[in-house]
């Protein structure tokens, strides 16, 4: 009996301290200056082994901002080493619920991890309902770890989240950091959001979910990486018939409506061929590719170079460099 309880033992330090080393390992290397973007959530809806669902890091020495926080995104940045304890906000382009519902668990995270000011949830108008919502939910929550660890481990202001309602333009100017933020096209939904990130000369565009339009063209060009939404339609519309032919046609009938909000393929080649991008990069795939046959398929209409992402990827832009890094 001893020496099995031995065996537990040992087997939760070890699991207890490959959590904390997750939670609190360095992600960033100490001379490195620039912005670097970690791929915490790369799929959507759909069901996708070995993928959470939207969510990207983006950190500079001093700063680190989510976009979006889709479920199983916040064990994704823990896992590869986020410092939680430096972030300052979750950005959100808007409020399906693929985007937000890690948002607790990224605050309960950097809570832990020594955030040191409440974090901020922003995002365009209804953001306010979003956050109050989250903290009436884990109000108990909040209350029984401070009962357990304490307040001066765990300040409870600090557990609370703050909403930021904002519109478009510049959002974010502090410590070489510039945030911009415009508007997308992802109907019904009014407004959504992407962000421009910028910072010692090089650049991130995320667009969240949205068709390809004027505004993100212009906004996209120059820009050192652009992080866009991607459909293959042919994998879409062949499980929409499957289902139909199945004779399941609520689901053929959803797989019918999320065609014309999502950008294809082919709308992203428009995309590579008007704007001066450095590396197009997919992420949010419709459906997540799991075989050969599946990247084929979103390759297609693609130029050459498109990235499609996995979770876990890093992107990295050293500043006085044009160099464009892919781990």
Not at 14 to 25: I, K, L, N, P, R
Request: proline share 5%.
């Amino acid at each position: 009996m001893t020496k099995t309880l031995s065996k537990i033992g040992i087997i939760g330090l070890v699991f207890y301290s490959a959590v904390a080393g997750a939670q609190t390992a360095p992600s960033f290397n100490a001379n490195f200056d620039g912005l670097k973007i970690t791929l915490c959530g790369t799929s959507s809806p759909l069901p996708a082994p070995g993928r959470a669902q939207a969510c990207i890091a983006v950190e500079t020495r001093d700063h680190l901002y989510i976009v979006d926080a889709g479920s199983g995104s916040a064990a994704t940045a823990q896992l590869s080493g986020i410092p939680l304890d430096k972030m300052r906000g979750i950005l959100l382009t808007h409020y399906h619920s693929d985007h937000i519902s890690d948002i607790g668990d990224f605050n309960l995270n950097s809570w832990i991890a020594g955030r040191p000011a409440p974090l901020q949830i922003i995002g365009p108008e209804g953001v306010d309902r979003i956050v109050e919502g989250l903290n009436i939910t884990y109000e108990l929550d909040r209350g029984y770890r401070v009962a357990h660890h304490g307040a001066e481990l765990l300040n409870p202001e600090l557990g609370v989240m703050q909403a930021r309602t904002i519109g478009e333009g510049v959002i974010v100017d502090e410590d070489g950091l510039r945030i911009t933020a415009f508007e997308v096209s992802h109907p019904p939904i009014d407004p959504a959001f992407g962000y421009r990130l910028d910072y010692g000369g090089r650049s991130v565009v995320i667009s969240g979910d949205s068709l390809v339009t004027d505004k993100i063209v212009n906004i996209s060009d120059g820009a050192d990486v652009v992080l866009h939404d991607a459909m293959a339609l042919q994998l879409v519309q062949g499980a929409e018939a499957m289902s139909r032919g199945a004779g399941n046609t609520r689901i053929a009938a959803v797989l019918h409506d999320i065609q014309d909000y999502h950008a294809t393929t082919a709308d992203l080649a428009r995309l590579a061929a008007e704007a001066t991008i450095g590396q197009l990069a997919l992420y949010h795939l419709v459906p997540a590719p799991r075989n050969a046959m599946a990247i084929a398929a979103f390759n297609g209409d693609l130029p050459d170079g498109a990235l499609i992402t996995e979770d876990g990827m890093v992107i990295t832009l050293p500043v006085g460099s044009k160099e464009i890094a892919v781990d």
